[in-house]
């Protein structure tokens, strides 16, 4: 398909145990981005590509969040030993131009985490 | 930094009225953009309306048009004849023309909209 596809759709985990989360941006884009959303909180920013580097980590909520973009695609967002207030919908999207260029951003249906 | 806030977590109204969804940021810098986002139930977000803070004119999209005052750092959302089709959460979001670095959303305003 043409739009942003996530996978797995669906991820429940025991604590403790890593998770990997993929993201493939619709092709040509050259930016992407993570949030995370959960119940009553909105979308949280956790990190921004543009190409294959990341400007800005600091919205990772901590050291046990990764993420990575490889030949300027494919993203994917690990985290570590996972905790239960890990449990969210982690959404990508991918944009034609970066933020400083006001790019519409294009979402994916999101991954839901669950971790018991 | 830049924050953005969204005071009214949920509303309801009748179909066919008009709704205004609030939204106000807080920034240092003069140049930006601000958007709205909606959410649909068990649908994917998808881009309403965009402003440049630096156009005086309100950006209009059919039946949705935004009341943008710069000074008082206010964004709202005004839909027009709403229909059931509009019921969703509706995200504000902001973005610097400085720093590429990241667009920021409010926490949302889940919309019902009333047969």
């Known amino acids: 398909g043409a739009g942003v596809s996530q996978s797995p759709s669906n991820k429940v985990t025991e604590k403790g145990k890593d998770v990997e989360l993929r993201c493939d941006p619709i092709?040509?884009?050259?930016?992407l981005y993570w949030y995370r959303q959960s119940l009553g909180q909105g979308l949280e920013f956790l990190i921004y590509f543009q190409g294959n580097s990341a400007p800005d980590k600091s919205g990772l909520p901590s050291d046990r969040f990764s993420a990575e973009r490889t030949g300027g695609s494919v993203s994917t967002l690990t985290i570590q030993r996972t905790q239960q207030e890990d449990s969210a919908v982690y959404l990508c999207?991918?944009?034609?131009?970066?933020?400083?260029?006001?790019?519409?951003?294009?979402f994916g249906e999101g991954s839901r985490l669950t971790v018991l | 930094a830049q924050t953005v806030t969204q005071s009214q977590p949920e509303m309801s109204v009748q179909e066919a009225e008009t709704v205004t969804l609030s939204c106000t940021y807080d920034t240092s810098e003069n140049n930006y953009y601000l958007f709205w986002y909606k959410q649909p139930p068990s649908r994917q977000m998808i881009l309403v309306i965009r402003?440049?803070?630096?156009?005086?004119q309100n950006a209009t999209e059919n039946r949705f048009s935004v009341n943008f005052q710069k000074a008082a750092k206010s964004f709202s959302l005004k839909i027009s004849d709403s229909q059931l089709g509009d019921t969703a959460m509706y995200f504000c979001?902001?973005?610097?023309?400085?720093?590429?670095?990241?667009?920021?959303f409010g926490k949302g305003t889940r919309l019902h909209i009333l047969p």
């Open positions: 402003q440049e803070a630096y156009k005086q």
């Open positions: 999207a991918s944009s034609l131009v970066g933020p400083r260029r006001g790019g519409e951003l294009f």
């Open positions: 092709s040509g884009h050259t930016a």
């Open positions: 979001a902001f973005a610097s023309m400085n720093r590429d670095d990241k667009i920021i």
